[in-house]
């Protein structure tokens, strides 16, 4: 993961974390989309430095390790974005001191 995510990422938790310290990593990173539009998640991608084929390929690899199939169709970049930020998420929420 490049760290302009991982540092992004850690103050989203912590954002959410000040409004309610009870949120788990699911809670914060998969029940509300975390980017909305196309252009913004495309311009997130592009912030990031990550090529879309780069961050299909990091979310199909996590999608097989965690449900041994590629269940989602990355169609567009809001669902991307959003997965990504979801596998992401997770991780530096593991990390993240409670």
């Known amino acids: 993961m490049k760290d302009s995510i991982r540092k992004e990422l850690t103050e989203y938790i912590k954002e959410q974390l000040e409004h309610d310290k009870n949120l788990d990593g699911w809670d914060i990173f998969n029940d509300d989309y975390y980017l909305i539009g196309y252009y913004k998640c495309e311009e997130w991608l592009k912030k ?14 996590k999608e097989i390790e965690m449900f041994g199939d590629i ?17 992401y998420g997770l991780e530096v929420f593991e990390d993240y001191p409670q």
Not at 48 to 61: M, Q, R, T, Y
Not at 77 to 86: G, I
């Open 48 to 61: 990031h430095d990550l090529s879309v084929f780069e961050a299909i390929g990091l979310c199909n690899k």
């Open 71 to 87: 269940q989602t169709d990355f169609d567009n970049a809001e669902t991307l974005v959003n997965h990504l930020v979801l596998w």
